[in-house]
């Protein structure tokens, strides 16, 4: 087994590094703790900067202008960027994508021509935001029985229904909507993905949904929504298919985010311990503190295989179906996060809930993780169900028979 992460992937990993050390950190330093972006001025300077080093796009195609990189490098990146006070917020690459550096979500790869010119290579191109609408009051976790519905009319599709929690839907300029084309089959070819454009008639943003993190996620209600035929996005009927290609990549991206957040917060923690003094001794040098060090050391270490493993699986296309694998991942980082970032503001103290430090907003942020991208309780569900079922070894490196 090799596990030495190739030299070019290290080459990303360390510029981004720098990136966030050099570029990013310094430019929090005068917002409010609670801000979700950074001014569009510096936004504009990260995104020149970003051009020069090459890494615009980095996960798109290399023909349409993108990086070409894979999952695991994606992941690298993610966990990379994550380690400033914004980048624990988005999904994926933290304040990176789709800020300044123009990342693409996957299932726009399904775009056919006409629609990779109006939708596809503008998103790459920082000319256009998304978001992936599928969330809805009644499904959740459960999307297969969705309700937003989809009747066809000559050549048109009218939609009715809402979505909810959906992520970037107030600064979207098109979403990728889900809605049910066929009451009969819904996950079996009854769900189709739609483009439907924010000045669409009869689709609102209706209101922003305060929630535990400062940046809110949005309902969308779509009234007799008419939207062209030529917006169905893949094939009518491929929604669900979609759904499951998305979800998989994007909850390694989501796992390794939480990585790198855990990574940070016991960086802090270790380095206010050994200056920290308490009865003449530095708080290092007790017994408690140094095993919420360990505790969170070894769970962070076991995250990062998980991750690494997994992402590294996936990219080269090995080790068959990962979806038990990817849950395995996805529950295991994003329960981990929190009880490092809990440790972490236990070592600092009263410190640790101030927002001069970003470990206040570390411990809100990542408890929407274990929701997001499916509830923990769905993941059990998946790997114990498999597992009982035969479909996975007690051994993930052993030959499945």
Known sequence: ??????????????????????????????????????????????????????????????????????????????????????????PTLGAFCGHFA???????????????ERYLLPVIRLEKESCFALTEPDAGTDTANIRTSAVREGDH?????????ITGGDAADFAMVFAVTDKKLKAKGGITCFLVDKETPGFKMARLIPVIRPWYPAELVFTDCVVPAEN????????FEMIQAW?????????????????????????????????GQPLSSRQAIQWMIADSAVELYAARLLVYSCA????????????????????????????????????HGGMGVTKELPLERWYREPRIKRIGEGTSEIHRQVISRGIIRGFYPYNPFEKVS
């Not at 169905?232 to 929604?239: P, S």
């Open 232 to 239: 169905v996005l893949g094939e009518v009927g491929q929604g």
């Open 102 to 116: 123009g990342e693409a979500p996957g299932n726009l790869l399904f775009c056919n021509a006409e629609q990779r």
């Open 247 to 279: 979800l998989g990549q994007n909850r390694m991206l989501y796992s390794a985010n939480v990585v790198g957040t855990a990574d940070e917060s016991l960086k802090l923690a270790v380095d206010y311990a050994n200056v920290r003094q308490t009865f």
């Open 1 to 90: 087994m090799d596990f030495v992460i190739s030299e070019e992937l290290r080459m990303i990993q360390s510029t981004l590094r720098k990136l966030v050390d050099q570029d990013i950190r310094p430019r929090l330093a005068g917002l409010d703790p609670d801000a979700i972006e950074l001014p569009e001025k510096d936004k504009q300077q990260l995104r020149e900067k970003v051009k020069k080093l090459g890494m615009q796009a980095m996960g798109a195609p290399l023909e349409y202008g993108g990086g070409g990189v894979g999952t695991l490098g994606l992941c690298l990146a993610a966990e990379e960027l994550a380690k400033h006070r914004l980048g624990s917020y988005r």
């Open 312 to 347: 590294w699986k996936m990219e080269n296309k090995v080790g068959g179906d990962l979806r038990m694998e990817v849950s395995m991942v996805k529950l295991f980082a994003t329960e981990m996060v929190g009880r490092v970032v809990d440790r972490a503001i236990q070592v």
């Open 157 to 165: 599709w009218i939609l009715n229904g809402e979505k909810r929690f």
